[in-house]
């Protein structure tokens, strides 16, 4: 069984930054693909974007250009570099992981799951 366990996230103003990661712990062999989803009030969770153990990544539309995942596959950790938050990033944000090489969409999502970090872009 693996455990996501998140670190991160808290209030910020439009135009700042946030840093979100989240560590894996458990069987080595159980985590390929890493990722983050969020969802805010009255709307479906969403992709906001994956990484492989190979460096295949995934974005968001909506976030592509201001957000960046990264990993470091020995420490088996995953970070989200959250850059010109606007409202609408306001959201709760779930760490996923799957052992398979998985190439998220906002339907196919790992099995596993952290316990979620609030964001808040507010002025």
């Known amino acids: 069984q693996v455990q996501l366990v998140e670190s991160g996230g808290g209030l910020v103003q439009p135009g700042g930054s946030l840093r979100l990661s989240c560590a894996a712990v458990?069987?080595?062999?159980?985590?390929?693909?890493m990722g983050w989803y969020r969802q805010a009030p009255g709307k479906q969770r969403e992709l906001v974007a994956g990484i492989t153990s190979g460096g295949d990544t995934d974005y968001n539309q909506a976030v592509e250009g201001r957000f960046t995942i990264s990993r470091d596959n020995v420490k088996r950790t995953v970070s989200l570099q959250m850059n010109s938050l606007k409202l609408e990033d306001t959201a709760v944000y779930y760490c996923?992981?799957?052992?398979?090489?998985?190439?998220?969409?906002?339907?196919?999502?790992?099995?596993?799951w952290g316990q979620g970090l609030q964001v808040t872009v507010s002025s």
């Open positions: 458990g069987p080595i062999f159980a985590v390929n693909a």
């Open positions: 996923n992981a799957d052992p398979r090489p998985l190439r998220y969409t906002d339907s196919r999502y790992g099995m596993y």
